[in-house]
T-cell receptor, first 111, second 110 residues
Framework: DAGITQSPRHKVTETGTPVTLRCHQTENHRYMYWYRQDPGHGLRLIHYSYGVKDTDKGEVSDGYSVSRSKTEDFLLTLESATSSQTSVYFC??????????FGPGTRLTVL | GQNIDQPTEMTATEGAIVQINCTYQTSGFNGLFWYQQHAGEAPTFLSYNVLDGLEEKGRFSSFLSRSKGYSYLLLKELQMKDSASYLCAVKEGGANNLFFGTGTRLTVIP
């Protein structure tokens, strides 16, 4: 299994508060991704990174920002959490433009 | 845009064979992935097809027809542990963005 960890694994927060999720990899892979998974929607890409300080938007990026200051860490920030951002968030990594490997996920509840 | 369809649920018997279909409509097709996801866990990679034909890997095989926008995942000698969701995902263009279907939840019964 690829060395990917996510923290926290579970979080409950209130509407309007900032939240940061962390993805950490030990594989030295170039590409990192943040997805959310909701019933009836499947996995949807939020943001991705193709190198340190190089990021781009995905399909559902509104309300989210990311940062990648080191190869091994990719942070996802919800500046002001809303109930619609209640979801399971998965980080993924890949070395080349093919297979992506997923982290264990973070379950976020916004009350 | 992308339109990826797969059945919502399927049930099959232990020891049997099951085929999970995926159809897609997309521009700039550049590969199709299948992932397995057990409840409450991360998706795990099963297969990758970029050319037409059948790819076999143990009990699992995956088929692709690019002209028909169609793929299937074939699971043989089903085991109870194969009960999971199976996700079809399409890659477009030169980027590595994957577009996922909503998944097929397979239940294996004794």
């Amino acid at each position: 299994d690829a060395g990917i960890t996510q923290s926290p694994r579970h979080k409950v927060t209130e509407t309007g508060t900032p939240v940061t999720l962390r993805c950490h990899q030990t594989e030295n892979h170039r590409y990192m991704y943040w997805y959310r998974q909701d019933p009836g929607h499947g996995l949807r890409l939020i943001h991705y990174s193709y190198g340190v300080k190089d990021t781009d938007k995905g399909e559902v990026s509104d309300g989210y920002s990311v940062s990648r200051s080191k190869t091994e860490d990719f942070l996802l920030t919800l500046e002001s959490a809303t109930s619609s951002q209640t979801s399971v968030y998965f980080c993924a990594i890949s070395e080349s433009l093919d297979t992506q490997y997923f982290g264990p996920g973070t379950r976020l509840t916004v009350l | 845009g992308q339109n990826i369809d797969q059945p919502t649920e399927m049930t099959a018997t232990e020891g049997a064979i099951v085929q999970i279909n995926c159809t897609y409509q997309t521009s700039g097709f550049n590969g199709l992935f299948w992932y397995q996801q057990h409840a409450g866990e991360a998706p795990t990679f099963l297969s990758y097809n970029v050319l037409d034909g059948l790819e076999e890997k143990g009990r699992f095989s995956s088929f692709l027809s690019r002209s028909k926008g169609y793929s299937y995942l074939l699971l043989k000698e089903l085991q109870m542990k194969d009960s999971a969701s199976y996700l079809c995902a399409v890659k477009e263009g030169g980027a590595n963005n994957l577009f996922f279907g909503t998944g097929t939840r397979l239940t294996v019964i004794p």
